[in-house]
C-alpha cells in the first residue's frame, strides 16, 4: 500500500511539473481538449458510482493536473482550467473518503493553492477573463476535502499545509472586500468553520483569521444568506470564545519552530 501511495504522488509530481509545457502547448490542442471535457460525460464519468473508482485507478485525474497548472491567459486555456476543475469537483462532490484520499496522496492541495493565487493575482474575481466561477470551483473542492475527517485531518497535520491554504483563504477575503460575491463567501466561510473543527487550526486562527470576517465588513453581501451568518457567527464564537489553553508545543508555532 505504501508502495501505491508513492507511486501515485510521484505521477502527481510528474504531472505537475509538466504544466509549463502544457502551457505553450497550440491553442487549437486548449480548444479541442476543453470540448472532450466539457461535454458532461467525463464529469458524469468521474461521479456515477459505477465508474468512479475505475476512473481513479486508472489516474485520470493526473492527466488533468497540468491544466490546472497552465498560465496562459488565452481564453482557451481559462476554459481548459475550468472544464478540468469541473470534473475534479464532480469527484469530489459524492462525499466519498476513498475519493479524498486518491486526491490527497496526488498532491492536489498544492494544485488548488495554486490556482488560487494565479485567480487572486489577475485581480478579477467576478469577470472579465477570469470568471469567478473558476474561484468558487476550486474553493468548493478544497470545502469538500476540508469537510472529510481525512482531508482535515491532513491539511491540519503540519503548519506548512494549513498556512498554506490559510494564506489563500485571507488573500481571497481581501480580494471580496473589493468585488463582493456572496456564493464565493460562502464556500470561504465555510472552509474557515471547518478548520476551526481543528483545536490547533482553531488555536492559530486567533491570530491569521482576517478581521474583515471579525467586523461588519460583509454584512450586506450576506444580508439574505442567514444559513452563511449563522456559520461565520459560529467561526468567530469558535476563534475567540471561551476556550481551554493548549499545552505548550501543541500549536502550530511549536511545530513550525521545530
Known amino acids: 500500500m505504501q508502495s501505491c501511495a508513492f507511486c501515485k504522488r510521484q505521477r502527481g509530481k510528474e504531472a505537475l511539473s509538466k504544466g509549463e509545457s502544457s502551457s505553450t502547448a497550440p491553442q487549437g490542442t486548449g480548444v479541442a481538449i476543453a470540448r472532450v471535457l466539457s461535454g458532461g460525460k467525463t464529469r458524469c464519468v468521474a461521479s456515477h458510482p459505477d465508474t468512479r473508482m475505475l476512473f481513479l485507478n ?23 482550467r475550468l472544464t478540468s476543475l469541473g470534473v475534479i469537483g464532480a469527484l469530489v462532490k459524492v462525499d466519498d473518503t476513498e475519493v479524498i484520499s486518491f486526491l490527497l496522496s496526488t498532491e492536489i492541495i498544492p494544485c488548488a493553492c495554486a490556482q488560487w493565487r494565479w485567480e487572486v493575482n489577475c485581480q478579477d474575481i467576478n469577470g472579465g477573463a477570469n470568471p469567478k466561477f473558476q474561484f468558487k470551483v476550486a474553493t468548493f473542492i478544497v470545502q469538500k476535502i476540508l469537510l472529510d475527517d481525512v482531508g482535515l485531518e491532513y491539511i491540519c497535520t503540519t503548519a506548512e499545509r494549513f498556512f498554506a491554504v490559510g494564506r489563500v483563504l485571507g488573500n481571497m477575503v481581501a480580494a471580496l472586500a473589493e468585488q463582493p460575491s456572496s456564493r464565493l463567501l460562502k464556500h470561504i466561510i465555510r472552509c474557515y468553520l471547518r478548520l476551526s473543527d481543528n483545536p490547533r487550526a482553531c488555536d492559530a486562527l486567533r491570530s491569521c483569521l482576517p478581521d474583515m470576517l471579525r467586523d461588519a465588513t460583509f454584512s450586506s453581501c450576506l444580508r439574505e444568506d442567514p444559513t452563511t451568518r449563522r456559520w461565520l457567527q459560529q467561526l468567530v464564537h469558535n476563534v475567540q470564545g471561551p476556550r481551554v489553553a493548549m499545552q505548550a508545543g501543541a500549536g502550530f508555532d511549536h511545530m513550525m519552530v521545530n
Open 58 to 80: 486508472a489516474h485520470i485525474p493526473l492527466y488533468l493536473y497540468p491544466f490546472l497548472n497552465t498560465t496562459s491567459k488565452s481564453r482557451p486555456f481559462e476554459y481548459l
